[in-house]
Nanobody, 123 residues
Framework: QVQLVESGGRLVQAGDSLRLSCVVS????????MSWFRQAPGTEREFVAG??????SYADSVKGRFTISRDNAKKMVYLQMNSLEPEDTAVYYC??????????????????WGQGTQVTVSS
């Protein structure tokens, strides 16, 4: 059974930095595309960043501010978030796709999900 557990979310001020972590147990982590999504109240869950065997991809709204990284030995994926804005406030989810040939931006293609971690950015 594959489980994903996020951590690191908290209340910060605009302009601050924050790093989210996601640890994966079970499965074959190194063969997955790992991504971060987020969902603000009243909105659809949206793609933030992804890391496949071929590289990384980012949503336009976070490009240049967020960086996704992974440590296959530790089975962890990270999201470094800099220059945070109030619009970044959301629950952030870690997701795994068994097809590592793509970085899907639709949440329906992902096989496994974490429970989410809340990030709140005050102005």
């Amino acid at each position: 059974q594959v489980q994903l557990v996020e951590s690191g979310g908290r209340l910060v001020q605009a302009g601050d930095s924050l790093r989210l972590s996601c640890v994966v147990s079970g499965g074959t982590f190194s063969s997955y595309t790992m991504s971060w999504f987020r969902q603000a109240p009243g909105t659809e869950r949206e793609f933030v960043a992804g890391f496949s065997w071929s590289g990384t991809s980012y949503a336009d709204s976070v490009k240049g501010r967020f960086t996704i990284s992974r440590d296959n030995a530790k089975k962890m994926v990270y999201l470094q978030m800099n220059s945070l804005e109030p619009e970044d406030t959301a629950v952030y989810y870690c997701a795994a796709d068994r097809n590592n040939l793509r970085i899907g931006v639709r949440d329906s293609v992902y096989d496994y999900w974490g429970q989410g971690t809340q990030v709140t950015v005050s102005s």
